[in-house]
């Protein structure tokens, strides 16, 4: 969990600097597209949620 904290704080530190503050929505729009892709894998939503796709 320490790795991936980490991990934020080096994305958002780069963002920050580089001034790159429109690739956020983009990263997170991503991150949660995966995330409900990998929750949903085992479930009887699974169907559904990929008719979307």
Do not use: C, H, N
């Amino acid at each position: 969990m320490e790795a991936f904290l980490e991990l934020v704080k080096d994305i958002w530190d780069f963002l920050r600097v580089r001034k790159k503050y429109w690739l956020a929505p983009l990263i997170i729009t991503i991150v949660l597209m995966g995330a409900l892709i990998i929750f949903t894998q085992g479930s009887v939503v699974a169907p559904f949620i990929y008719t979307i796709f």
